[in-house]
């Protein structure tokens, strides 16, 4: 492959937005039947198979390799985990289930990459642009009456038959949601109270912000770091989230675009810092740190506390992204520490909800994927910005940000750059003006 960018027809772009659309509505997981493994996995497999026969031979070995290693590392934890533990066949299939569902959105990244380049990045930032434009419509609409928006979405809810969770965040706050899939709200169920955040088309706002953060930093890219309406329209939706994690990756964003700029002097250095104290001095940042602080107490008695809350067995419990990690190491990664369980039941209950995209990484694929995982995720963000150390670096703290706050193992547009080629030359319509630099 020669291009970074290739150009394609009218029909094809639409083909693949409409794909890459069905693939961020599956990744929100904003309903039950979204987050269903074999659902996902089908969907993949059938999208890698019609875009197979694209591949270049070298690429062809490529999957060929990526495939291989992934099943070996299930038979390791197959051999390992199963016949330590002695589990059932649930177990069985649920670590097939895994496999298969990760394999092929393993597949379906690396086929994207090397048959479309970074024209599939600029057509999710296009995709994402859009279900922007859609969620910020919904949140001012909501800001004004929010019963209004809810009593919509709940309708279109109720209407398509969409099942969804339950989740408890608090010691006495129960919080639930509806969606319509392009647009989910979240309410307090004990004291009907709307949370004013936007959650866009996922189930809560920061792992809508992790989107957004993503297809903007794909913005600045496309764009050469000249600031557009699209990249405005993704700022303002990142803001309305209300993400700690997604303003730190607005502040890497706006550091990456200040040092890029042509005009960059000192008064937007001052400007970044003014933005900077006034970010820091926000109420809900500071309360957000102090409770990820307690988190780190005692996982165990938090948890205790917030089933005292669950009113139904179906529910789900969910801890916050400290404790998800601590949890996570304490009494799951330290078991298997090398190669991980991998998709093997870890004894968690299945009620409890945790998120921690690093602490998923470690107990699923042990320290031995970690840290493939990283060096891949270095080969890639040298691949796009060739030896600009500084920018690569930028793209990694935002990926690494992402990834403490939310769970995207399976999200295909962060594993592309697991496995962008290094020939994958800037020839076409994007050239990076600053590489050269």
Known sequence: MNTFNPTISKIHNIILSFIVLITVILLSESSLLLSNLFFRSIF????????????????????????IFLFFHFLITTISVFGEENLGIDSINRNVGFYLLFMSSASISFILIRVYGFKILEIYS???????IISLLFFFVQLIDAEFVYNIVNQIQEAFNIPINKIYTSQSIRISYSTALIYTINVSENTFFFENRNS?????PTSYASFLSLAM???LIITNFKLNYKFYVLF???????????????LLI???YLVNSKNYSKAYLFLLILLLISVLSLDFIFVKIQQTGLEFSDVNQRIADLERFSDSNSDVIALGRGASFQYMISNEFIKYPIFGYGGFDTGRDSNLSLVSGIGE???RFGLFGFIIYFLLLFKGSRAVMQNTLKFRIIILLIIIINLISYNFLFNIFYLVFLFI?????????????????
């Not at 296009?126 to 922007?132: F, P, T, V």
């Not at 303002?236 to 607005?250: D, V």
């Open 217 to 219: 930093i794909i913005n």
């Open 254 to 256: 706006l550091i990456t």
């Open 200 to 204: 866009g088309f996922c189930f809560e």
């Open 361 to 363: 990484i470690l107990i």
């Open 421 to 437: 080629p290094r020939d994958l030359h800037l020839k076409s319509d994007h050239k990076l003006n600053f590489i050269s630099r």
């Open 44 to 67: 993949y497999l059938l999208i890698s198979f019609f875009l197979f026969s694209k591949l270049q031979p070298l690429d062809v070995k490529g999957i060929f390799i990526v495939n």
């Open 236 to 250: 303002i939706a990142l803001i309305t989230t209300f993400s700690t994690s997604g303003f730190i990756c607005i």
């Open 126 to 132: 296009n995709i994402i642009y859009h279900l922007a």
